[in-house]
C-alpha cells in the first residue's frame, strides 16, 4: 500500500510502501521505491507473528510538508513496546511514516524477537572488564564542588548511622553494610542518616574523592542485541540548589539539600560490533540518550560526563543546564565544568550486579539489597525559605515562580532520601527516552 509519495524534486522521487503481509506475518518497517510501480512481491519479507513483538514509533527522523493531508509526513524510528533486561524485543532499525497526527493509531509494523534465552550474544565477565577499560567516562565534578562522592564503604566506616521508626536508638552501620536490613520494600520502617556529632557530620557531609568508585550494574539490553553497563556513583550529600530567576541567580540554604545522593549514567554497546553505541544521563528524574557521535571524549574512546554542581545530575557536555522553565529564565541551575575534581570509571570501579551471567559468577554487596531510603525525611519547611525569595520579586513573576517550583521532583526540596540503585525502576526496566 502507498503511504506517501512526494513531486520530484532535483531529479529524485520516493515512494513509501507499507506491506500487506499474509495473515500470521507481521511487516517490519517502510519499503521506499524510485518509481511509483509497487514493490515486488520477491524484494519483501515479513516475518511470522509469532517471531515479533510489538512496536512503538520514537524518535522523528524526517519532517517534511505533505500535498496529501493536512499533516505533515513524517518519518520515525521504532523500537519494542516493552524494553529492560527482561524483554525480548529487538529493534531492527527499520522506520515508520505518514500523515498521522498519532502515529500509534495507525501503526502496523513490529520488532524481532529473541527466543534464545542463553543470551549467548552477551559478555562474559573479562569482556566485561575490556568493554569498562576501552569506554569507561571519566566523570568530572565542577570546579566550585563542596559535597564530592565517596565510596559506600568509606560513608560507613566514617560514622554513618541506621534509624528505625519507633526506636530512639540509632545503630552503627558495619564497613561492608552487612547490618543493613535486607529485601523487603520501601516501607519507611528504616532509614540512613549522618551521625549526630556535627564535626562527624560535616566531614562526611564533603565526601571523600579518593575511595570514590563507581558501582557497576551490567544487563541486557533491546533482546540481548546490546549490553546495558549502568554505572552507579554515590555521593554522601546533595548540596542546596541554587534558583534562577531572570538574571538573578539566589544559592539556597536548604532547599534541594539532602543525605545521600545515589546518580548514574549508562553505556550501551553493541553485541553484533562491540561499539559505544549511546550513553544515557541521568537528571535528576529525568535523563536522555546521546548518540556516540554527539559525546565528548578523553584518551581515545571513552566518553566524558560532567556532574552538576551539589545536584550531580549527569550531563554530556560543560555549561548551564535550567530545570524548570528555560523560556522564562526560571528555575534551578545545574552547573557543569571540567576541574582537578574527577573519577577515572574505566579503573575505579566495582561491578556490582550482573543477573545474566547466573548465580555466583558476581557477588552483589550487601549495601545493595537494602530497599529502603538511604537518608532521613527532612523536617525543615522548604517553603518558608521559598516565601522569602518571592517577597523580593516583582509582582509578575512570583505566579511563575510558585508554579514551576511546585513541580520540582520531591527530592529537590529536600524533604526525603534517595532509594538506592536496585529501587529504581531502571535498575531491571529500560531507561527513560
Known sequence: MLVWSNEPQHGHCGYFWLPNPPV??????????????????????????????SCETCDVILTTDSN????????????????GMLCSGVSVGTFFCGTYSNPEDQLDVACLKNLDSTLHAMPN?????????????????HPDEDCMPSSVQWFFKNGAILKQEGNSKWEPIDYMGSSLPSGGTNDGAFWIDLPDD??????????????????VHVKPALGGTFT????????????????????????????????????????RVSNFTGELWQAYFSEHSGGGWVDARDLEYIEGNKPIVYSSK??????????????????????VRNDTARSKYFVDSSTKYQIVAAEYLGDGVVTEPCWLQYMREWGPTIVYDTRSELD?????????????????????????????????????NNWEGDERW
Open 24 to 53: 500470521g506475518y507481521k511487516a517490519m518497517g517502510i519499503v521506499v521505491s524510485e518509481t511509483p510501480e509497487e514493490p515486488e512481491l520477491n524484494e519483501v519479507r515479513c516475518v511470522r507473528e509469532d517471531l515479533t513483538e
Open 68 to 83: 496529501h493531508s493536512n499533516y505533515a509526513f513524517q518519518v520515525w524510528k521504532t523500537r519494542p513496546c516493552k524494553r
Open 125 to 141: 565477565l573479562d569482556q566485561i572488564h575490556a568493554l569498562i577499560k576501552h569506554y569507561g567516562p571519566t566523570v568530572f565534578f
Open 198 to 215: 556535627d564535626e562527624a557530620r560535616n566531614y562526611l557531609k564533603r565526601g571523600n574523592l579518593e575511595s570514590a568508585e563507581l558501582y
Open 228 to 267: 546495558d553497563i549502568a554505572m552507579w556513583i554515590f555521593c554522601p550529600l546533595n548540596g542546596p540548589a541554587t534558583l534562577k530567576i531572570g538574571i538573578m541567580n539566589i544559592e539556597m540554604t536548604k532547599i534541594g539539600q539532602h543525605v545521600s545522593d545515589w546518580e548514574h549514567y549508562t553505556l
Open 310 to 331: 551539589h545536584g550531580h545530575a549527569s550531563y554530556p557536555h560543560p555549561g548551564m543546564y535550567l530545570q524548570g522553565s528555560s523560556k522564562l529564565g526560571i528555575g
Open 388 to 424: 522569602k525569595i518571592l517577597s523580593l520579586l516583582p509582582m509578575f513573576v512570583r505566579f511563575s515562580v510558585e508554579n514551576i517550583v511546585d513541580l520540582f521532583p520531591t527530592e529537590l526540596y529536600g524533604e526525603e532520601g534517595p532509594t538506592g540503585p536496585k529501587e529504581k
